[in-house]
């Protein structure tokens, strides 16, 4: 049984969203760069 079997679409469904993500705050830490988006999300990763 493979994944086509349990599922009814094939992969992953995206959502197109218009506008453009701005970046409302940027903070570093000895190990991390963060950036808090306008809409919320917020994007993290380890700067070594």
Request: with cysteine; proline share 4%; net charge negative.
């Amino acid at each position: 049984m493979g994944t086509d079997d349990c599922s009814g679409t094939d992969g992953m469904s995206t959502l197109a969203v218009k506008f453009e993500p701005l970046a409302v705050e940027v903070t570093f830490t000895e190990s991390m760069l963060r950036v808090v988006l306008a809409d919320g999300r917020e994007v993290a990763s380890p700067l070594a």
